[in-house]
């Protein structure tokens, strides 16, 4: 029972309306939060004290509100008087950043603020907690990205930051990492970052030491196998593991999952990576293996088990995901979808329904960074080439352009000079199409009058394409692998000469399974873990499958120029969506 004390204290805090307006956000109402701090006048009567939470409080309402330039004007007004509110200010303007999208500025930003907070016992809880927010927004850094930084900062803690980040990314195991991070720290003996253990990398775990790798090494999925294997083996000895860690290889053509696994428990395997094909993951899962395991493909379940094996797979619905996202925070409010009638594109389509909703009040539809909902206001598919100019022209209602000027020739009896002209409400084309089809889908676009719209493309569309000139200004997502390649790819191609389209996109497949089966005590354990990957920035879902997000880039002369991150644009403004138009 709480005594008289806590209750009084309790009924200061609901009076107040600062702290008032602080609990009304905290419920989700910043509307009531903003009127609750509205009984207070933060210009006369208050004290500097109370000034700063007035202020601070306003900036966290703007943006729970989504009107980020509002709460950076806010926080840019707060007088911090003391140390602890002056870390609270930089966790601010960092929140403010990583709601545009903008995290790799969130994250160097907290870095070097961290730079300034006495390190003594009363102020080291403040440095901890901005380094383990910079790490939480670096982990949404992709790669390359983290190299440009470092090379284009001129600020010697920033440089030394990002240096530690690319160092912990390239390394792919917890292990890896923690070495990484003990010889940065001999380097940089100075730094805040020195100071604390990244959050994700704490304990002990140093990954399995025996692995069992599942995949076909005969029949008909012999070559994709053979593939994931090499991309498997590859990050093996690239890690550096082998004095501690041995991996095994079974076929899965040679016997039942169910021989396969009791042989690999009699082995001693600590962990599983594989099957692949859905038909043997589908007979993993009937197993319910006490054995952690990722699969290397993706099943439908629904009943709950003891022990949930990791499934990871390429799949063209987070793609889809990351298109949504894309043209939502690039400010285009209608968006159209020309497509194909292949299995994978109605897959896309679904999720592209599911977030942007199929009109105006659909289901999921996601609210535009200009406040108005982004919605899908049409679909076509072809089913030939041939098909592909006339399905446009429906699409952006050419014909109904045409059957109005005839409508007007036959009220005033005569021919009427005309132009067809195409819909006007449509911002973006989402184009779900292979790269063979663009040389047929951007002439139909310019045809009918549409070759000024920004056309948003899946990895698809960048495959075995025969003139590199179908794919300018297209805005595509794809893995890192084939957009923004490491070093190391350079180093494996004498190796792997052959890898190239399907066989280049296993192979990252296969660097990554052996990234994640790694670290999968640091995804299970801490629930907002990112892995870089050579596929995508990897998380884990709370159902169990890996989420894959890819990267974007521009192709502008021939080469993948990075887009900005999905939301850095100011709301109401498309401007980086809009180069090349």
């Known amino acids: 029972m709480p005594s008289v004390d806590d209750v009084t204290d309790e009924r200061e805090i609901v009076a107040d309306p600062i702290q008032r307006a602080r609990q009304l956000l905290a419920r989700g109402d910043p509307a009531a939060a903003a009127a609750e701090l509205r009984r207070v006048d933060a210009e006369k009567s208050v004290s500097p004290l109370r000034r700063f939470e007035w202020t601070f409080v306003n900036a966290e309402i703007q943006i729970s509100l989504g009107r980020l330039t509002a709460a950076e004007e806010r926080a840019a007004a707060a007088k911090p008087g003391n140390a602890e509110q002056r870390s609270r200010l930089a966790l601010l303007f960092a929140r403010i950043h990583a709601a545009r999208g903008d995290y790799a500025t969130a994250s160097a930003a907290l870095a070097i603020a961290a730079q300034d907070v006495d390190p003594s016992a009363t102020n080291g809880d403040l440095a901890r907690s901005m380094i383990a927010a910079a790490w939480h927004h670096a982990q949404r850094v992709p790669g390359h990205r983290v190299a440009g930084r470092l090379l284009e900062s001129g600020n010697p803690s920033e440089r030394a930051w990002w240096r530690l980040v690319d160092a912990v990314n390239g390394a792919l195991t917890t292990q890896g990492q923690r070495t990484a991070w003990r010889r940065w720290r001999l380097n940089h003996p100075n730094h805040a970052a020195g100071r604390f253990v990244p959050p994700t990398l704490a304990g002990t775990d140093s990954g399995p030491a025996r692995i069992a790798l599942f995949l076909p090494f005969t029949g008909r999925l012999k070559s994709a196998g053979e593939t994931v294997r090499d991309g498997f083996l590859s990050a093996y000895f ?3 593991a082998t004095s501690r860690q041995s991996i095994h290889l079974y076929d899965t053509t040679t016997a039942p999952i169910a021989a396969l696994y009791r042989e690999a428990q009699r082995d001693g395997a600590d962990a599983i990576v594989g099957p692949l094909s859905k038909e043997h993951v ?31 797979a390429l799949t063209v619905e987070d793609e889809a995901r990351a298109i949504a996202n894309r ?83 036959r009220l005033v009896g005569d021919e009427v000079e005309f132009t067809p002209r195409r819909r006007s409400d449509v911002d973006a084309v ?87 089966v790694n670290q999968m005590t640091r995804l299970t354990t801490f629930k907002d873990t990112r892995i870089m990957g ?34 850095a644009t100011e709301p109401g403004n498309a401007d980086l969506a809009t180069a090349g138009r």
């Open 534 to 567: 050579s596929t995508g920035i990897l998380a884990l879902g709370t159902d169990g499958v890996i989420r894959r997000e890819p990267v974007w880039a521009l192709v502008k002369d021939g080469r993948f120029e990075p887009l900005a991150p999905v939301g």
């Open 430 to 516: 989402i184009a779900l199409v292979e790269g063979s089809q663009l040389a047929s889908l951007k002439p139909a676009l310019a045809f009918h009058f549409a070759s000024d719209l920004p056309i948003y493309v899946s990895s698809q569309a960048g495959r075995d394409v025969t003139n590199p000139d179908d794919l300018e200004l297209l805005r595509i997502c794809d893995m890192p692998w084939r957009l923004f390649p490491p070093q190391i790819k350079s180093e494996l191609r004498e190796a792997f000469p052959n890898n190239h389209g399907t066989a280049d996109t296993l192979f990252a497949f296969g660097l990554d399974a052996y990234r994640l």
């Open 282 to 312: 589908a007979d993993m899962w009937s197993l319910d293996p006490v054995i952690p395991t990722l699969t290397l493909n993706t099943v439908a379940v629904s009943e709950t088990r003891r022990s949930h094996p990791i499934q990871f």
């Open 238 to 240: 690239l890690s550096g």
């Open 327 to 409: 043209v939502v925070a690039d400010g285009w409010r209608r968006v159209i979808v020309l497509r194909n009638p292949e299995n994978w594109t109605a897959r896309a389509f679904a999720v592209l329904s599911e977030h942007l909703g199929p009109g105006p009040g659909g289901a999921g539809q996601q609210q535009s960074v200009n406040g108005e909902g982004t919605r899908l206001v049409s679909t076509g598919v072809f089913l030939e080439g041939s098909d592909v100019t006339a399905v446009v022209g429906e699409t952006l209602l050419i014909e109904a352009s045409k059957q109005r000027h005839a409508q007007i020739e």
